[in-house]
């Protein structure tokens, strides 16, 4: 008797053992939308569930908490200049925003004080994305201005920017930059950074250091044309990561515009291809969701995938720019003219 009980246990020890979690599905979704008039907004940080910050097209950012608009600057300026802002990054204490074109306009919003940190003029500037390691080091991104990349690092949490020379960064191809689809196209996770671009390259860049050194990965993803590329890209941990993208002008045609990594970005597989979301503005993981659920959107409407993103479901057919995930069960998106609280499970 006691030696049956004992191989019963067994049994019933291997069966707990190997039941899988059935994936979940997404059966239920909400859309709570804030108007932001005259307004395209492609950056967004999230604060906490309730509270995300927003950087838009007429100089204007603000904060959405709760059911409430919180404006904190309406339309700043800089002599004559209104910053069209995509890049938008968070440190415990302050708030950065960057414009895309020329002037390059970086400022600090501080205990309620807006400077201007950083001024860059060439005809050829155009910064994409933003993000912080920590307090103290950040990193910027844009295209070429020579032959590399524009790379902005500052070291003191925001006051001082300073440029990388080219000789200290891998040289880009012709006709390779970046999108500002998103504030996506720089994924940071501890001291590593991942930058992606687009165009007749689409590759990743990796540093490992902070921005100190670099390396660079070619990627399957569909390049050879200014409007081809990497858009997007999210990691999960410092191995698995996703990157996303297409060709704007062709938002509904097939194309290889979604890949994965499992070695920190050194090589990349296809997924989902030839298959719906066609083009990606902005692709990010559900959190604790051990890399198996994401989110990707763009003007074609919010795609969900539940297995790492090699297949998707459309949940939406409302269009966005960008996404931030704060929960399992939470998200908030950006568009022309409004931010979303996306409620979904």
Same mark, same amino acid.
């Given at each position: 008797?006691?030696?049956?009980?004992?191989?019963?246990?067994?049994?019933?020890?291997?069966?707990?053992? /190997?039941?899988?979690?059935?994936?979940?599905?997404?059966?239920?979704?909400?859309? *709570?939308?804030?108007?932001?008039?005259?307004?395209?907004?492609?950056?967004? !940080?999230?604060?906490?569930?309730?509270?995300?910050?927003?950087?838009?097209?007429?100089?204007?950012?603000?904060?959405?908490?709760?059911?409430?608009?919180?404006?904190?600057?309406?339309?700043?300026?800089?002599?004559?200049?209104?910053?069209?802002?995509?890049?938008?990054?968070?440190?415990?204490?302050? #708030? @950065?925003?960057?414009?895309?074109?020329?002037?390059?306009?970086?400022?600090?919003?501080?205990?309620?004080?807006? *400077?201007?940190?950083?001024?860059?003029?060439? *005809?050829?500037?155009?910064?994409?994305?933003?993000? @912080? @390691?920590?307090?103290?080091?950040?990193?910027?991104?844009?295209?070429?201005?020579?032959?590399?990349?524009?790379?902005?690092?500052?070291?003191?949490?925001? /006051?001082?920017?300073?440029?990388?020379?080219?000789?200290?960064?891998?040289?880009?191809?012709?006709?390779?930059?970046? @999108?500002?689809?998103?504030?996506?196209?720089?994924?940071?996770?501890?001291?590593?950074?991942?930058?992606?671009?687009?165009?007749?390259?689409?590759?990743?860049?990796?540093?490992?250091?902070?921005?100190?050194?670099?390396?660079?990965?070619? /990627?399957?993803? #569909?390049?050879?044309? !200014?409007?081809?590329?990497?858009?997007?890209?999210?990691?999960?941990?410092?191995?698995?990561?996703?990157?996303?993208?297409?060709?704007?002008?062709?938002?509904?045609? !097939?194309?290889?515009?979604?890949?994965?990594?499992?070695?920190?970005?050194?090589?990349?597989?296809?997924?989902?291809?030839?298959?719906?979301?066609?083009?990606?503005?902005? %692709?990010?993981?559900?959190?604790?969701?051990?890399?198996?659920?994401?989110?990707?959107?763009?003007?074609?409407? #919010?795609?969900?995938?539940?297995?790492?993103?090699?297949?998707?479901?459309? %949940?939406?057919? *409302?269009?966005?720019?960008?996404?931030?995930?704060?929960?399992?069960?939470?998200?908030?998106?950006?568009?022309?003219?409004?931010?979303?609280?996306?409620?979904?499970?």
């Amino acid at each position: 008797m006691k030696k049956l009980l004992f191989i019963t246990s067994i049994i019933i020890t291997l069966t707990a053992c /190997t039941k899988t979690e059935k994936p979940r599905e997404i059966t239920q979704i909400s859309l *709570e939308k804030y108007k932001i008039d005259s307004s395209s907004i492609r950056a967004i !940080e999230i604060i906490n569930d309730s509270t995300v910050v927003y950087a838009g097209s007429r100089g204007d950012l603000g904060v959405v908490r709760g059911n409430e608009i919180i404006p904190i600057a309406s339309k700043i300026k800089t002599d004559t200049i209104v910053p069209h802002f995509r890049s938008l990054a968070l440190t415990e204490s302050d #708030i @950065f925003m960057l414009s895309i074109a020329n002037p390059a306009l970086l400022y600090r919003n501080t205990e309620n004080r807006i *400077e201007l940190v950083y001024k860059e003029d060439n *005809e050829k500037v155009f910064y994409d994305a933003m993000k @912080f @390691f920590d307090d103290l080091n950040g990193i910027a991104m844009g295209d070429p201005v020579d032959n590399c990349l524009s790379i902005l690092i500052t070291r003191d949490g925001g /006051t001082t920017w300073n440029k990388v020379k080219c000789e200290f960064l891998p040289e880009i191809e012709p006709g390779e930059a970046a @999108f500002a689809a998103s504030n996506t196209n720089i994924v940071v996770k501890g001291k590593n950074a991942w930058i992606v671009t687009g165009g007749k390259r689409a590759r990743v860049f990796h540093s490992s250091d902070m921005g100190r050194t670099w390396n660079v990965y070619n /990627t399957p993803i #569909i390049e050879g044309k !200014e409007t081809t590329g990497i858009y997007t890209a999210a990691f999960y941990n410092n191995k698995q990561g996703i990157i996303c993208g297409g060709d704007y002008l062709n938002k509904f045609g !097939e194309s290889a515009n979604k890949a994965i990594t499992n070695d920190g970005g050194k090589t990349w597989s296809l997924v989902a291809e030839n298959s719906a979301p066609h083009y990606v503005s902005c %692709v990010q993981y559900v959190p604790n969701s051990e890399g198996k659920e994401l989110f990707a959107v763009s003007t074609n409407g #919010i795609f969900f995938s539940n297995n790492s993103g090699e297949n998707w479901k459309k %949940v939406s057919d *409302e269009g966005f720019y960008s996404i931030r995930i704060a929960n399992k069960n939470t998200a908030w998106l950006s568009g022309n003219e409004v931010i979303a609280k996306l409620n979904f499970n």
